[in-house]
């Protein structure tokens, strides 16, 4: 299998004790949501930046329903180490299903936000959070808890999420702009 072979390639040739501490922590960024949950929360404080605050809360809360409520429990795939004994992860072992990686649907999710939404000055923001989105995608398959397949769904319905949110914010300015 492919997905196990290049686990076992980051496994074996990838992993090493000066960057373990790092990848551990560029995971617990996504660890439930939180990281992704105070950004929007606090960028909603702010006036100038509340509606970009609450677009990344939205894209979160489609992310929720769709990956976490839906997703998972339906798919159900078993977690990469349980399937395969010489897979060995690095961190706790997650107790939900492994198909999608809800870490990258945060993450990509918010950079998706971000990226869309931002004025063209600010925008580089999101490119730094899409960079972000990127490293935790890749090191949910360093600590060895997610299958590749997982982690591009994750991506890709996070991304999709940013997007719808950021359509949302969109329409919802120019409704604004015609009253």
Known sequence: MLEHDILLFIQENLRADWLDGFMKAVTFLGNGGWFFIVLGLVLAVYPKTRKYGFAVLLALAFDAIILNLGLKNLVQRIRPYDQFADLIPIVAKPKDFSFPSGHSGVSFATACVLC???????????YVFLGLAVLI???RLYVGVHFPTDVLAGALIGGLCGLASALLLRRWEMRRKER
Do not use: H
């Open 116 to 126: 869309l939404t931002l004025p063209r000055g600010k925008r580089a923001w999101g």
């Open 137 to 139: 995608g890749v090191s």
